[in-house]
């Protein structure tokens, strides 16, 4: 058995879970499976990555490494291992990613194809990094697709409506490094009146925040920082009060749980909020949904969500805020423009946060918003049609390249209009 999802509030029906260590063995897997799902780090919160009474293929244990081509700027990784273990890897080779999640325990695989992302105005989600996607489709057959493919905008953002992802080629740049600044307890006025210029503010910026009270939590800033000539940081004046808020000067935050402030260190230690070793987020013990809306409707939705507030605070661990940039991916949450997203991590209130979803989205629907695939959310195939204008054409080219539907599974069919037309 496949066991439960990283929160336990999914139990995946699977009846097997294979750990293939090689790309033949994988194949043969696949080609001689009638249902079956790549299962990452377990840190969906739906069925994203269920496989009915199917298999569940883990790819962490394929016998593969990273390699970084200089002359492209790329890094081509294992699609099974996690951000942190392919960020480690890519920092000892000099090179970094632009971008991380908060959270390095995802895998490079699940998080790009459900639309992950960091946070700041000029970095785009996980996926915009893709340049290359190695795959097995459902015959076995082992396929890769570049930027020359036009089937690459569909596959970065894939849902596991394709195959079982083996590698993914990264974009990369040389190495840097960051400092992090936490201010907190300034007001919701405060942060509303001064948006854009908290957002714009640093490389990459996050908000945390309640909504049924005046006060505003946090506000998280990771600059990017320049070296003189011997390597070494140059050093900045950074402000003690910004916004109404307090710089905390503290180096050490939840012990090891979260990577440190004040001090600046390299990319892979300050882009993403937890460390490798750190249990993430609410140790489990939570729910996830997040939406994103236009970057020019962003007060408005927040003032709306705010006029919710007294309903969602009660089942509300925290609200995280932040900044993405558009792109062209078929399927991303960003697809067409820049965007805040909005975060939730939940109580495990399940029945109350199933309520409550849809009015939420009811409150943000003037604003258009799209979800976080592998999150909670309860918006149907009509109103994500609206939104994502390829969503036909996904499923069009999904079919092409998996006929039996292979990979298919109850979210996807309610995706496709499939299980509508089974009803």
């Known amino acids: 058995m496949a066991g439960w999802n990283w929160s336990k509030n999914i139990e995946y029906k699977a009846r097997e879970l294979a750990h293939p260590t090689s790309i033949d063995e994988l194949a043969e897997l696949v080609a001689a499976a009638s249902t079956g799902k790549a299962l990452g780090t377990r840190h969906s919160f739906n069925r994203i990555a269920d496989s009915a009474a199917g298999l569940q293929i883990s790819t962490a244990s394929l016998d593969l490494s990273v390699s970084v081509d200089r002359e492209t700027m790329t890094a081509t990784v294992p699609g099974g291992w996690t951000y942190g273990e ?100 300034t007001t919701w006025g405060h942060v509303l009146e001064n948006l854009d210029e908290v957002l714009a503010s640093a490389y990459s910026v996050n908000l945390h925040c309640h909504y049924g009270v005046d006060e505003f939590r946090t506000i998280w800033q990771k600059s990017r920082i320049a070296v003189d000539g011997s390597g070494e940081p140059v050093d900045v004046e950074v402000p003690d009060i910004a916004w109404g808020a307090e710089r905390w000067d503290t180096i050490a935050i939840e012990g090891d749980r979260l990577n440190p402030a004040t001090i600046p260190g390299p990319w892979h230690e300050r882009l993403p909020h937890f460390t490798p070793q750190g249990e993430p987020s609410a140790r489990g013990d939570e729910l996830q949904t997040e939406y994103f809306v236009g970057r020019s409707d962003a007060v408005a939705a927040l003032e709306a969500l705010r006029r919710m507030g007294d309903d969602i605070d009660p089942h509300l661990r925290g609200s995280e805020i932040r900044s993405v940039k558009g792109d062209g991916l078929w399927l991303s949450p960003c697809v067409g423009r820049d965007c805040l997203s909005i975060g939730f991590t939940w109580n495990k209130h399940p029945e109350e946060v199933e309520a409550l979803l849809p009015k939420i989205e009811e409150a943000l629907r003037p604003f258009a918003p799209t979800p976080h695939w592998g999150k909670l959310f309860a918006m149907e195939r009509a109103e994500l049609l609206d939104r994502f204008r390829r969503l036909d054409d996904f499923f069009t080219l999904a079919h092409a390249l998996d006929p039996a539907g292979t990979f298919s599974n109850e979210f996807l069919q309610r995706l496709s209009g499939e299980q509508d037309a089974a009803d």
């Not at 959270?103 to 000029?122: D, E, Q, R």
């Not at 570049?146 to 040389?174: H, K, M, N």
Request: net charge negative; glycine share 12%; with cysteine.
């Open 86 to 185: 392919v960020a480690a890897c890519l920092h000892a080779e000099g090179v970094a990613l632009p971008n991380m999640g908060s959270l390095p325990h995802i895998s490079v695989a699940g998080g790009t194809a459900t639309g992950t992302h960091g946070s700041g105005n000029t970095n785009q989600i996980l996926a915009a990094a893709i340049s290359g996607i190695e795959l097995v489709t459902a015959d076995g057959s082992v396929r890769s697709f570049d930027r020359s493919s036009p089937e690459l905008p569909a596959l970065a953002v894939g849902l596991g409506a394709f195959g079982i992802i083996t590698q993914v080629t990264l974009e990369v740049e040389p190495s840097y490094l960051m400092r992090q600044d936490l201010y907190r307890n």
